[in-house]
């Protein structure tokens, strides 16, 4: 069956510090891949996508690179700032198209202290 | 471009009682999704509509629910006698839907659930 396992939260990181949240998957067949962030108080919001093995999604200085070899996907961030504060869930849809439910991890809870 | 709407916001209700939700897609979007999602865990899929045919259906939806996207436009989510089991956040979200795009979900607000 189709799962996605995402790190334990909460995170907690200063403004400025390395951001990693892992993210694993299982999949029949080849997945597409997504990182989805929800704000306090707003919906879920389409963060990156990617669509097939060894490409990297990237958005807002987030990037994350989809392998196959070891069924990940883990979203990376240089240099975080207190706006990134939010929930980050990371998706699959099955079949190597963007089309259809997604799956969804359970979701990591990110706060930054300035 | 107004986003996915979803009335109400908010629902409390007594344990037995029918409920009922609303999503107005974007205009455009053929396909339109339901998810749940309860405190600390993602969303799970329920069902899916491709214009005003419900495609697939999730063995999450008991008898109990049951789903409508009757012109293809807006949708609405019952749930029948309600259980404290059903409180949760019910997100709405719609596509395009178009085959060999690159398609995105853009979701709605949410009605988040409460059953005494």
């Known amino acids: 069956g189709n799962s996605v396992t995402q790190m334990e939260g909460p995170v907690t990181l200063s403004e400025e510090a390395f951001l990693t949240i892992n993210c694993t998957y299982t999949a029949t067949g080849y997945p597409s891949l997504f990182w989805y962030v929800q704000y306090p108080g707003e919906g879920l919001q389409l963060l990156l996508k990617?669509?097939?093995?060894?490409d990297k999604g990237s958005n807002k200085g987030f990037e994350a690179t989809y392998r196959k070899e070891t069924t990940s996907f883990h979203l990376e961030k240089g240099s975080v700032q207190v706006s990134d504060s939010a929930v980050y869930f990371c998706?699959?849809?099955?079949?190597?198209?963007?089309?259809?439910?997604?799956?969804f991890g359970r979701g990591t809870q990110l706060t930054v202290w300035p | 471009d107004t986003g996915v709407s979803q009335n109400p916001r908010h629902k409390i209700t007594k344990r037995g009682q029918n409920v009922t939700f609303r999503c107005d897609p974007i205009?455009?979007?053929?396909?339109l999704y339901w998810y749940r999602q309860t405190l600390g865990q993602g969303p799970e899929f329920l069902t899916y509509?491709?214009?005003?045919?419900?495609?697939?259906k999730s063995r999450l939806l008991s008898d109990r629910f049951s789903a409508e996207r009757p012109k293809g436009s807006f949708s609405t989510l019952e749930i029948q006698r309600t259980e404290q089991g059903d409180s949760a956040m019910y997100l709405c979200a719609s596509s395009l839907g178009l085959a060999g795009a690159t398609d995105t979900q853009y979701f709605g607000p949410g009605t988040r659930l409460t059953v005494l």
């Open positions: 998706a699959l849809s099955e079949g190597g198209s963007t089309l259809g439910r997604l799956y």
């Open positions: 205009s455009e979007h053929n396909r």
């Open positions: 509509f491709q214009n005003e045919a419900q495609l697939e």
């Open positions: 990617a669509t097939k093995a060894d």
